[in-house]
């Protein structure tokens, strides 16, 4: 006869697999309208960080909500600021493949089109992550943006291939993408976990006061959430 038990690994992996993929879900129904991609996104991370370091609290449903109430101020805008570059790449890449000119100018074109997408893109894995881990100001949020992603390109480049999966996922399967997107979500986020470890100890020892290293490293980076 099957007893349940709490402390048993494989059901504790079920559950958490489980929790992943309704996440998943509660990601997707509240980013239909896009303009709340910002603050269903960053909620998203905000459960997936504590999810990965396991300090998440009971109730998924309950946090998820609770981190969008928490976060939308500042994640709105930025969301959307993200959504209009990333929109104006996508008309710069369609004018390239449609009317590119020839020579130097289609050159320069194409250049300004591939660095604006890659931004927009090294952008996205990181800047949710960021709003729901630190308390930041805007000036704080391009230098760190910047930081994150020059001093762990390899990390990036990890996170990038994460999130194209995850996306790649939902758009070809649907709402069975969660099934996929839920677990390689939550891989980016251990990696978060560890990248912000790093500069969170330091800010620890220094009574919530310092900084990401990096050039003009007097800019403090913000307040751990």
Same mark, same amino acid.
């Given at each position: ?162 999130? /194209?999966?995850? =996306?790649? @996922?939902?758009?070809?399967?649907? %709402?069975? !993408? *969660?099934?996929? $997107?839920? &677990? ?16 969170? /100890?330091?800010? =620890?020892? @220094?009574?919530?006061?310092?900084? %990401?290293? !990096? *050039?003009?490293? $007097?800019? &403090? ?5």
């Amino acid at each position: 006869m099957f007893t349940y038990n709490p402390d048993n690994k494989v059901l504790q992996a079920l559950s958490k697999y489980f929790d992943l993929v309704w996440l998943t879900i509660l990601w997707l129904l509240t980013s239909l309208p896009l303009v709340t991609l910002g603050p269903s996104t960053t909620a998203l991370m905000s459960v997936l960080l504590r999810l990965a370091s396991d300090t998440a609290g009971s109730g998924i449903t309950r946090s998820f909500f609770a981190a969008w109430q928490r976060e939308w101020r500042q994640s709105l805008p930025a969301g959307l600021v993200l959504l209009a570059l990333g929109a104006l790449a996508v008309m710069d890449a369609k004018i390239c493949l449609l009317s590119a000119p020839g020579g130097a100018s289609g050159i320069l074109l194409w250049s300004a089109t591939l660095l604006l997408s890659l931004s927009v893109a090294c952008a996205w894995v990181h800047l949710f992550p960021l709003l729901a881990r630190f308390q930041v100001s805007a000036r704080q949020i391009l230098r760190n943006l910047v930081v994150l992603t020059l001093r762990h390109p390899l990390r990036t480049l990890a996170l990038l291939g994460l999130w /194209t999966a995850a =996306l790649l @996922a939902v758009y070809f399967l649907g %709402f069975m !993408g *969660p099934l996929i $997107s839920g &677990p390689l979500l939550y891989a980016a986020a251990g990696l978060h976990n560890r990248t912000f470890s790093s500069y969170i /100890t330091p800010i =620890l020892r @220094a009574s919530q006061s310092a900084v %990401f290293p !990096g *050039p003009c490293s $007097s800019d &403090p980076v913000g307040q751990p959430k």
